[in-house]
């Protein structure tokens, strides 16, 4: 194998970085850095019966169904909460997921 820039930065006895790449100790740069930011989750929940999730989830809950969605495989959301729903194919029966909300107690008096 050849020799990389984290074998010649260690060789230097240069630091390892936290905030920083090999790359960025190596040319000089700064080494402080951003953390990748999660955009989000959206859990896939398997069921058996479209129809019946769908009314639950938007006529219950109040989520709102997506316009693409077919009987095998949807996503219903609300406000920036958003569940995929898949009939048979994916997630596993018994997942659990956990769904935040400001007031549950505003949520179940709706």
Known sequence: MGTSRIDVARRRGEPRTLGGTWTEACEGGSMAREKTRFEGAAPILR?????????YYVDVLGFRSADWGSDDFTSVNRDRAGIYLCRGGQGCAGTWAWVGVEDVQALYEE
């Open 47 to 55: 069921i058996t019966n479209m129809r019946a999730s769908l009314r």
